[in-house]
Every structure is written in structure tokens, then in C-alpha cells.
């Protein structure tokens, strides 16, 4: 009997110690199952997280260092993709407007500080892609199907440290990378006859993360060269150093997702470790901070945002 109650007293312990543990290890930030936040982003400077709610509508913007949320803009469709500008001043936002069945699509540019929307293109009901900062902010590039067509964004141009005019993105069945400052441009075809998803640049320009719809995520060189599998993986986020990667593993039945949990890799596919490492919940979407010590993730099962610290 008395081992009995040693055993259940040291259970007891080792849960609170757990539980100590990994509440320092997880902060939440925002959200619940009645009011859900997902899809997080830092901001460059490390100070904000822009968030959205369900079906991805409106845009928030988390202030760590206050602890509050503001609403910049309610718009449908506007937390899908949006871009935060290099000087964390500004979100850039494909947004929607419907009249019936049809959707109209639109280039906004939100003020992070008043929430002051600024439109630079006309409404279209075809928009497939979405919009990128170009280096500077002061133009946005948007992949069309015949090209890419550039905005002005009547911003006053700001450059991160070591920032060049190069830019990545997915065309149909090839991948671009463009000179702005050349109008030189280099086509890039891994695989033949394939889809590529969520294309990124590496912070050092060296780079490229992309996903092969229905297929795995892959690592190359900017030039094509030392492509790399990386295996199974969803929404790649580059750490500050370019050296590792942020994703998702997922699973599904079909219907909704029974599973996931957050990864980090490095670029030459070893080191891969399972950062959230959990049976009971779905984690999805992260994003590293600037210096490169947390991430901040979502979870599906209770519609709210965490931040990581990273050992």
C-alpha cells in the first residue's frame, strides 16, 4: 500500500512538473472555439503577429508587447495570404467583394497603426494568384497567367539590410525568379507537368522552399541546382538564418484534418525534429520570429494562437 501511494505521489509530480514545463514552453496568445484565430504571421520586426478569423475573414494584429488585438480591416477573404511590408508599417491583402455568385477580387493595403485601407488595383473576377511585396514595398507584384503585372504602392521605399531586387514566385507549371532591377528573368521547372505551392525565397536570396501539389516539399538552390526532398511537409517558413524550415505535417480523412503537428528541418533535410509532438491536439501554420527563438502556431481543436519558445 505504501508503494502504492509513493508511485501515485511521484505521478503526481512528474504531471505538475509537465505541466509547469510545457505551459513555459507554450504562451497562449488569442483565440478560443467561439471566437477563432488562426493563420498567425510575426511581423518583420518582431513586435506584432497578424492573425484572422474563421473562413478567413478580416485581419487582426497582435501587439506582444501590449497584449492586445485590434481589428485592421473585416473584409472577406482578406486573411488568406496576406503579406506584412518590410517595415511592419503595412498588410497587403487580396480581398473579396461578391455580387450573387460572382467574386470580385481586389489589391488592398492596410495601415497596420489606423486600418486605413488603400486600393491599388481595380476589381476583377479573375485573381488566381496572390500578391507579393516587391523589395522596397514601394510596388506589389501579382503572378498572372500571362505574365506579371506590377502596382505601385505609393509607399516610400524601405530596404531591409542586405535586401536585393530578386523575387520568386509560381506560374502555372514552372517557377520564376525575376530581377526587378534587371528585368531579367530565370525559369524553373523541377519537375515536369507538376503544380508548385507556397514558393519561398530564403532570407539570404540562395534559396527556394516550395510543396509539389500532392507531393512532397522540396529545398534547391536559386539557380535549380541541389534539389533537395525533404519528404512529406506543408507551409514552409524560413528561419531568419536561412538555414532551417518551419512546417506542417498533416493528415486528414477526406473531410477535416485528425492530425498535425509542427516540424523543423534543416535546408540539407537532416536535424528534422517534431517541435509540438502532441496525440491530443492539431497544430497548423507556423511562423518564426525574426530572431529566430519562438514561432507562433494555431490550433484547429480550440481556435486559438500560441507562441513556441524554441530550445
Not at 496576406?82 to 460572382?102: H, M, Q, T
Not at 485528425?258 to 528534422?272: H, L
Request: proline share 5%; charged share 20%; hydrophobic share 35%.
Amino acid at each position: 500500500m505504501k508503494n502504492i501511494f509513493h508511485f501515485l505521489l511521484l505521478l503526481l509530480i512528474f504531471s505538475q512538473f509537465f505541466a509547469a514545463a510545457q505551459s513555459s514552453k507554450y504562451r497562449h496568445l488569442v483565440g478560443s472555439n467561439l471566437e477563432v484565430a488562426m493563420n498567425p504571421v510575426y511581423s518583420p520586426d518582431g513586435t506584432m503577429i497578424a492573425f484572422t478569423k474563421g473562413g478567413y475573414t478580416g485581419i487582426y494584429v497582435y501587439n506582444l508587447e501590449t497584449d492586445n488585438a485590434t481589428q485592421i480591416t473585416d473584409e472577406l477573404s482578406a486573411g488568406y495570404g496576406f503579406k506584412w511590408s518590410s517595415d511592419s508599417k503595412s498588410i497587403l491583402s487580396r480581398v473579396a467583394r461578391y455580387e450573387g455568385p460572382r467574386r470580385f477580387n481586389s489589391l488592398k493595403i492596410f495601415d497596420v497603426q489606423s486600418g486605413a485601407p488603400t486600393q491599388i488595383s481595380e476589381e476583377s473576377t479573375r485573381m488566381p494568384y496572390l500578391p507579393e511585396w516587391a523589395p522596397g514595398n514601394s510596388k506589389v507584384i501579382l503572378p498572372q497567367r500571362d505574365g506579371l503585372k506590377i502596382f505601385e504602392t505609393g509607399k516610400e521605399p524601405f530596404f531591409l539590410e542586405n535586401e536585393s531586387p530578386i523575387v520568386v514566385y509560381s506560374l502555372n507549371d514552372k517557377i520564376v525568379v525575376k530581377d526587378l532591377s534587371k528585368e531579367t528573368e530565370t525559369v524553373l521547372v523541377p519537375f515536369n507537368g507538376q503544380k508548385y505551392l507556397n514558393v519561398s525565397l530564403s532570407p539570404d536570396k540562395s534559396k527556394i522552399a516550395f510543396e509539389v501539389y500532392g507531393g512532397n516539399l522540396f529545398v534547391m538552390n536559386i539557380d535549380g541546382s541541389e534539389l533537395i526532398d525533404l519528404d512529406v511537409g506543408y507551409n514552409p517558413k524560413w528561419s531568419p538564418d536561412s538555414k532551417s524550415l518551419v512546417y506542417m505535417i498533416t493528415e486528414d480523412d477526406g473531410h477535416a484534418f485528425t492530425s498535425a503537428d509542427i516540424f523543423m528541418i534543416s535546408v540539407d533535410g537532416m536535424n528534422k525534429r517534431n517541435l509540438t509532438k502532441t496525440e491530443d491536439e492539431i497544430e497548423l501554420n507556423p511562423s518564426m520570429s525574426p530572431d529566430g527563438k519562438t514561432i507562433v502556431f494555431e490550433s484547429f481543436l480550440n481556435g486559438s494562437i500560441y507562441l513556441m519558445n524554441l530550445d
